[in-house]
């Protein structure tokens, strides 16, 4: 009885601990791919988990931050999956890269054009975004999720230090500081693509040095052979002399 009482107790506790802890990975977040630097740019993946049982997510929506507009918003096409990139003016120009810039993404919304994201899945929306700002150290975005019976949820409380996670937080990207050179650790697509280029170019010389060094191995290795052959040769000519010597004088 007392065991039998026990394994209740402890089942109940586990349903108990897995519905509370349920909104901590169930709601949408973000995540940059690598670092997300301060002052550089990052590509950053607004993940989206489906939580219900007999829906599926159809459309998502990201509202980018207004205090700490990003010139730069560019999403990665997903397969199943329509993108619309919505600008809004600013109410104070910002510099970038020495230009003007009156006006940001404010707002981008991914619509499915099939099943969407099923019940048991999840779903990845990466977006390229810079320069991100110096002054913040992690910016909000606001998700509205949307379900295939219209069911809308609004990831959209911000969460506070010192308090407990809201019921429906917004997703926040931490922001780490940039390197003491003054680079950002995230990089910029051009800054990619030469790094790339660049190892290519040294595996490409490292092969051809490689493949002219094989010969050169084959040779090397050849005459050290005949090396010790002749060695082993002489070897035993003196001592064959040696012995026909000691016959004579015994003789």
Same mark, same amino acid.
């Given at each position: 009885?007392?065991?039998s ?7 109940v ?18 995540q ?17 988990p489906n ?18 507009p990003?010139? +730069? ?12 990139? %919505?600008? !809004?003016?600013?109410?104070? /120009?910002? #510099? ?9 993404v ?32 992690e ?12 069911e ?5 409380e ?15 990207l ?19 693509? +030469?790094?790339?280029a ?9 092969? %051809?040095? !490689?493949?002219?060094?094989? /010969?050169? #191995?084959?040779t090397?290795t ?12 002489g ?17």
């Open positions: 009885m007392k065991a009482r026990i394994a209740t107790v402890g089942a506790a586990a349903s108990a601990v897995v519905v509370l802890s349920s909104p901590c990975f169930a709601h949408v977040s973000v940059p791919e690598g670092a997300a630097a301060k002052g550089g740019y990052a590509v950053v993946d607004f993940k989206v939580e219900r049982d007999n829906a599926s997510t159809t459309k998502l929506e990201i509202n980018f931050p207004a205090d700490h990003l010139a +730069s918003v560019m999403p990665e096409p997903v397969q199943g999956w329509d993108v619309k990139v %919505t600008k !809004s003016k600013l109410d104070k /120009p910002i #510099d970038s890269h020495g230009q003007q810039i009156t006006e940001a404010s707002k981008v919304t991914w619509t499915a054009d099939g099943k969407g994201i099923e019940p048991g899945f999840f779903q990845k929306f990466p977006v390229s975004v810079g320069a991100l700002p110096e002054d913040t150290d910016l909000v975005f606001k998700a509205i999720q949307t379900y295939s019976d219209d809308v949820v609004r990831w959209i911000v969460p506070q230090e010192g308090q407990e996670e809201p019921e429906n937080p917004a997703p926040v931490a922001l780490s500081e940039a390197e003491e050179d003054g680079h950002s650790h995230g990089s910029s697509e051009a800054e990619k693509s +030469s790094e790339e660049t190892d290519d170019a040294s595996a490409a010389a490292a092969n %051809t040095a !490689s493949d002219t060094a094989e /010969p050169a #191995d084959g090397d050849t005459a050290r052979v005949l090396a010790v052959v002749g060695i082993v040769v070897a035993a000519g003196v001592a064959y002399g040696v012995l026909a010597g000691r016959r004579r004088s015994n003789a």
